[in-house]
């Protein structure tokens, strides 16, 4: 069973795109077979996994969006990336152009739905990574999505907007997709040296209880760094603390996974 997810918060900054390589890159280590899907039009996933300006024949996650027909069929516009069951459908600046673009076209809302539909069954994983906005392109993610992962970064504003998210996730509920879940809420970037990252944490699990990851993911220079090396943090510093907290978190997802399905 495929499990979608959308990795998603309208503020910039809070570590969408280092989680969604990261614990994307881990899962993989752990024999899941896991598809990237950036829709971002920063296309820092594209470039952290080491495909910056790469694209098969068909293109990028743009051309698959806006084609006068919805397309079918995502096979075409996968790269293989050097992690191993770790595939891409990247992205790069036209996408831009993409928020624009779709609201002219039919089911605008479902594009990409429609396209990942055809390779539900082929991945364990796949993970949406949304840029910081609650466009088009992020309400493509939450429509395609079984679930929603949504870090938070431990600083004094982090639930500030949420009500926005949340609001966002009732409404895609009611008028396209009735069973997204949370796949869980995640702690970025703590800073376990200050009171506010405690203060923030303990904010946080008072509002999404148990949907918050007791995994916590640290501030660490190697998850800063890794990116700009094209690789996840498991290859470029796997003993890291970075490295630790994905893995980590992987294990807690599938444990969780393996709950539910028990
Ligand atoms: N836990 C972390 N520790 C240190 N730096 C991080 C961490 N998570 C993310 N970063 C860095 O912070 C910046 C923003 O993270 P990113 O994942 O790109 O956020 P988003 O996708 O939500 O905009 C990036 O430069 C990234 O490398
Ligand atoms: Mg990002």
């Not at 996994?49 to 743009?62: D, E, H, L, N, W």
């Not at 869980?184 to 148990?210: H, I, S, W």
């Not at 980590?248 to 399905?261: K, M, N, P, W, Y």
């Amino acid at each position: 069973m495929t499990r979608i997810v959308a990795i998603a918060n309208q503020k910039g900054g809070v570590g969408k795109t280092t989680t969604a390589i990261n614990l994307a890159a881990s899962l993989a280590l752990a024999d899941q077979r896991i598809l990237l899907v950036d829709v971002d039009p920063q296309a820092n996933l594209t470039s952290g996994v080491g495909q910056k300006g790469r694209a098969s024949a068909a293109g990028t996650i743009y051309d698959a969006l806006t084609a006068p027909d919805a397309i079918v069929d995502a096979r075409p516009y996968i790269l293989a990336t050097t992690v191993d069951r770790m595939d891409l459908i990247p992205a790069d600046r036209n996408l831009t152009g993409a928020e624009i673009e779709l609201v002219a076209l039919s089911r605008r809302e479902e594009r990409l739905r429609t396209l990942l539909g055809s390779v539900r069954g082929a991945y364990d994983y796949i993970f949406v990574d949304c840029p910081p906005s609650l466009g088009l392109l992020t309400l493509n993610a939450l429509v395609a999505a079984d679930a929603v992962l949504i870090p938070l970064h431990c600083e004094y504003f982090a639930l500030e907007g949420l009500a926005d998210l949340v609001g966002t996730l009732k409404r895609v509920r009611a008028a396209y997709n009735p069973a997204l879940d949370i796949e869980g809420v995640l702690l970025t970037m703590f800073d376990e040296r200050t009171n506010l990252g405690q203060q923030v944490a303990t904010d946080v699990r008072g509002f999404f209880k148990e949907k918050v990851f007791r995994t916590v993911i640290p501030r660490n220079v190697r998850l800063g760094e890794a990116p700009s090396h094209g690789m996840p943090v498991i290859l470029y510093d796997v003993k890291s603390r970075g490295a630790e907290a994905y893995l980590a978190l992987a294990r807690e997802v599938l444990a969780r996974s393996a709950a539910t399905a028990a």
